[in-house]
């Protein structure tokens, strides 16, 4: 499944930046049944340039969004 940065959707916390993302499908038609189920934000080590998404869980417990 495609996914895409939400437009808007962007957090800074010390050093990590955090981008929330969605399927493409889902915010070309916003329909909820194309929205991608257990995928939280991408975040980006601010030093390191390192990047990885986070699960869900992960996502709701910084409560970024």
Do not use: K
Not at 8 to 18: E, H, I, P, S, T
């Amino acid at each position: 499944m495609p996914l895409a940065l939400v437009e808007g959707a962007r957090a800074q916390v010390g050093n990590v930046y955090y981008f929330d993302c969605q399927s493409v499908a889902y915010l070309r038609s916003g329909d909820l049944r194309d929205m991608a189920i257990g995928v939280g934000c991408v975040a980006v080590d601010g030093e390191t340039g390192t990047c990885r998404i986070l699960g869900a869980v992960e996502s709701a417990e910084l409560d970024l969004f």
